[in-house]
C-alpha cells in the first residue's frame, strides 16, 4: 500500500485540530478545508495548508464532495481522514475519494453502506445472533401500510429513528398512538433534510436504559480486537455530554457478552480500522440490545485513549496504509477510569438552546497526565449559529472513577469562559450529584433532573 504524503482533513473544529495533532506527531503534512465562516479558525492555523471550499452552510461547504476532491487535486494531499460527522460515515465519498486514488482512512465503503443505515445494521445484526430490541422494517413517504398496527405490537413507548441517522439525529420518543403518525412525519422531514434519505423505522424505547458502547479496531481480514467500553448515558436531546470509561458497574458478565457482539460485527463485515457498537443497556432486565454501529472515530474516543494510552487515530492512518501492526487482545491493557465532559455554548436553564456568540474569555487549565483539553477555539473566536456549538472537550483520569471524577470538577472549576452561555455549571452539578457518583443513572436522566 501507499504511504501518506500529505493528508486532507475533511471536517472542522476540535476533530480536524486533534487529527492535526497526531499528523504532527507523525511528520505528514497537513490540509485544511474551511467555509468563509471559519477563515480565522484554529483548525485553518494548525494545518500547513488550507482552502476555502465554499459559504457557512455545510451542504454548500463541507458537505461538497466535489470541492473537497478538487483541493484534493490542487494540494497534491493523497489521504482523507473525515473526522466525526459530516461525511465521515459517507459511502460515496468514500468511493470517490478511492476512485481518484487517494486513502480513505476508514473501513471499506461497503461495510461504510452496510452499517451506516441503522435498519439494515439491525437486520445484519439479527442474522448474527446479537440481542435487538423488538422494531419495524422500514417506512418511506408514500409507503403503503399502517405503521400504527405494527407500532402496537412493538408496545409503547417508542422511538422513531431515522433509517440513515446517527448520533441522536433523526429520533423521536412517542408514548402514545395519538402523536405517532405526526412525531413519523416530522422524523420523515428531519431525516430527508439532514440525511438526504426519508426512511424511519420503530424501535422499542427503554425507559431505564443506559448508553454503552464498545470501542472496536478491525485488522480488515476478519480479525479485529475491543478496547474496552465506554458510558454515555448522560445525554440531552439523544447527544451525550458526559462520557466514560470504562462503563461502571457493569457484570463482567454483561460486559464480556457485549465485547465477543461487537466483534461479531468485526468478523463479518472483515472491518478495517476503529468503530464503535453501541448497545442500550436494560437496567430493570439486566439485558443489553445492540443500537448502531459507527463505522467512524467517536467524538468520545479520548476518554479510551486517557485508560489505554493508544492513539487511535495514529493507529487509523497506519490501517488505512497497511503499516498497522495486527496487536493481540491481551496486549491492550486497561489503566484507570477517565471521564470526558463536552463544553458547549448553549443554556441549560432554556432547554439547552444554543449561545451563539464571541468567546470574550477562554482559558483552560494547563494540561498535564491526568487532564487533556481538546478544542477547536481560542479566545477571541466566535460560535457562529452555523455549526455544532461545542467549545471543548475536557478529559480526565484517575486511578478509579472517584479519582477521576474529583480531577474532572476540579478542571471545570478552573475554566474561565465569559461571551456565551455555557454549560459548565450544569456539567459540575451533575458530577456532583449522589446519583451520578453511585451510577443510579439512566439515558432520562437529564430530563428528570430538569422538571
Known amino acids: 500500500m501507499s504511504s501518506v504524503e500529505k493528508l486532507l482533513i475533511a471536517n472542522r473544529g476540535e476533530i480536524a485540530c486533534r487529527i492535526i495533532r497526531t499528523c504532527n506527531n507523525m511528520g505528514i503534512p497537513t490540509v485544511a478545508v474551511h467555509s468563509e465562516a471559519d477563515r480565522e479558525s484554529l483548525h485553518v492555523e494548525m494545518a500547513d495548508e488550507a482552502y476555502e471550499i465554499g459559504p457557512p452552510p455545510v451542504n454548500e461547504s463541507y458537505l461538497d464532495i466535489e470541492a473537497i476532491l ?8 493523497n489521504a482523507v481522514h473525515p473526522g466525526y460527522g459530516l461525511l465521515a460515515e459517507n459511502a460515496g465519498f468514500a468511493r470517490a475519494v478511492q476512485q481518484a486514488g487517494h486513502i480513505w482512512i476508514g473501513p471499506d465503503p461497503a461495510t461504510i453502506d452496510a452499517m451506516g443505515d441503522k435498519e439494515r445494521a439491525r437486520e445484519l445484526a439479527v442474522s448474527l445472533d446479537v440481542p435487538v430490541l423488538p422494531g419495524s422494517g422500514r417506512f418511506r413517504p408514500g409507503d403503503e401500510g399502517d405503521p400504527s398496527e405494527i407500532a402496537a405490537e412493538i408496545g409503547y413507548p417508542l422511538l422513531v429513528k431515522a433509517a440513515a441517522g446517527g448520533g441522536g439525529i433523526g429520533m423521536r420518543a412517542v408514548a402514545s398512538a395519538e402523536k405517532l403518525l405526526s412525531q413519523i412525519e416530522t422524523t420523515q422531514k428531519l431525516a430527508e433534510r439532514i440525511f438526504g434519505d426519508a426512511s424511519i423505522f420503530l424501535e422499542r424505547y427503554v425507559p431505564n436504559a443506559r448508553h454503552v458502547e464498545v470501542q472496536i479496531f478491525g485488522f480488515g481480514n476478519g480479525e479485529g480486537i475491543h478496547l474496552f467500553d465506554r458510558d454515555c448515558t448522560i445525554q440531552r436531546r439523544f447527544q451525550k455530554i458526559i462520557e466514560e470509561a470504562p462503563a461502571p458497574s457493569l457484570s463482567e458478565e454483561i460486559r464480556g457478552r457485549m465485547q465477543a457482539a461487537a ?17 442500550i443497556y436494560d437496567c430493570d432486565r439486566d439485558d443489553f440490545y445492540f443500537l448502531e454501529m459507527n463505522t467512524r472515530i467517536q467524538v468520545e474516543h479520548a476518554v479510551t485513549e486517557m485508560v489505554t494510552g493508544i492513539d487511535l487515530v495514529k493507529c487509523q492512518i497506519e490501517a488505512a496504509t497497511g503499516d498497522f501492526v495486527s496487536a493481540k487482545q491481551d496486549d491492550i491493557i486497561l489503566t484507570g477510569h477517565a471521564l470526558e465532559c463536552r463544553i458547549y455554548a ?20 494547563d494540561k498535564t497526565e491526568d487532564l487533556r483539553i481538546d478544542t477547536g477555539v481560542v479566545q477571541g473566536d ?13 478529559i480526565a483520569s484517575g486511578v478509579n472513577r472517584d479519582a477521576a471524577i474529583a480531577r474532572m470538577r476540579q478542571a471545570l472549576s478552573e475554566i474561565k469562559l465569559e461571551g456565551v452561555g455555557n454549560n459548565i455549571a450544569f456539567l459540575s452539578d451533575v458530577l456532583s450529584d449522589p446519583d451520578f457518583q453511585k451510577v443510579d443513572i439512566t439515558t432520562n436522566y437529564i430530563d428528570k433532573q430538569q422538571k
Open 70 to 77: 478538487k483541493v484534493m487535486q490542487e494540494s497534491g494531499a
Open 263 to 279: 466483534l461479531k460485527l468485526v468478523a463479518h463485515q472483515s472491518y478495517l480500522g476503529a468503530g464503535t457498537v453501541e448497545f
Open 346 to 365: 448553549e443554556r441549560p436553564e432554556k432547554k439547552f438552546m444554543p449561545s451563539p456568540g464571541t468567546l470574550n474569555i477562554l482559558e483552560f487549565p
Open 382 to 394: 466566535t460560535i457562529t449559529p452555523y455549526y455544532d456549538p461545542m467549545i471543548a472537550k475536557v
